[in-house]
């Protein structure tokens, strides 16, 4: 199956610092994708995707960064809050009937 | 409406014997996945159905493992002869297409599977 690679694991930060969480995927046939949140005892939920005809998009606190070339994509939490702490993934998948692959999670822990 | 429902939320059971879980989707999607959560190794894809299609099952890991969909809504995952490494929160997804990049996949609150 082909990978998606997610770092850091984990990530502590002060409240209203950036919160950063990057992601490189391999197969060039991935043009989709999303980021997925997941509280403790809860299922994931998006939280925003990006196609790669734009370079960044932005909702809210959250923005994605995209960089085609390097098959690279990265997560970004602006006035990161204690809220916000929860699990992300990263995930990407082909445009049609397909199913996502995921990057093994970031536990992120937005400190008061 | 009502989100993507999974019973039983917890399950113990002792080695070697089966244990069935239960996907209820979001009415009227079409599309139902199951991954399977381990600690710190993400989310693993174990099997999708699409519609009346054939059911994609390249994530299953073991003849142990195996899925069915009713009537194109509820979803049962079967593992028989449960193996310790078979420990994991079981989550279940559904989306109204299908198509990724279309729609989204919602998930359900999962179903943590302990084997003793």
């Known amino acids: 199956q082909q990978q998606v690679k997610q770092s850091p694991q984990s990530l502590i930060v002060q409240k209203g610092g950036i919160s950063i969480i990057n992601c490189a995927y391999e197969n060039t046939a991935f043009d989709y994708f999303p980021w997925y949140q997941q509280f403790p005892g809860k299922g994931p939920a998006l939280l925003i995707a990006?196609?790669?005809?734009?370079s960044e998009k932005k909702e809210g606190r959250f923005t994605i960064s995209f960089n085609k070339s390097a098959k690279q994509f990265s997560l970004h939490i602006m006035d990161s809050q204690p809220g916000d702490s929860a699990t992300y993934f990263c995930?990407?998948?082909?445009?049609?009937?397909?199913?996502?692959?995921f990057g093994k999670g970031t536990m992120l822990l937005v400190s008061p | 409406g009502a989100g993507v429902s999974q019973s039983p939320s917890n399950k113990v059971t002792e080695k070697g014997k089966d244990v069935e879980l239960r996907c209820d989707p979001i009415s009227g999607h079409t599309a139902l996945y199951w991954y399977r959560q381990s600690l710190g190794q993400g989310l693993e894809f174990l099997i999708y159905f699409q519609g009346n299609s054939a059911p994609d099952k390249s994530g299953l890991p073991s003849d142990r493992f195996s899925a069915e969909r009713t009537g194109g809504s509820v979803s049962t995952l079967t593992i028989q002869r449960t193996q310790q490494e078979d420990s994991a929160v079981y989550l279940c997804?559904?989306?109204?297409?299908?198509?990724?990049?279309?729609?989204?996949?919602?998930f359900g609150p999962g179903t943590r599977l302990t084997v003793l």
């Open positions: 995930a990407a998948s082909p445009s049609g009937y397909s199913t996502l692959t």
């Open positions: 997804a559904s989306s109204s297409t299908g198509f990724t990049g279309a729609d989204t996949q919602y």
């Open positions: 990006i196609r790669p005809d734009v």
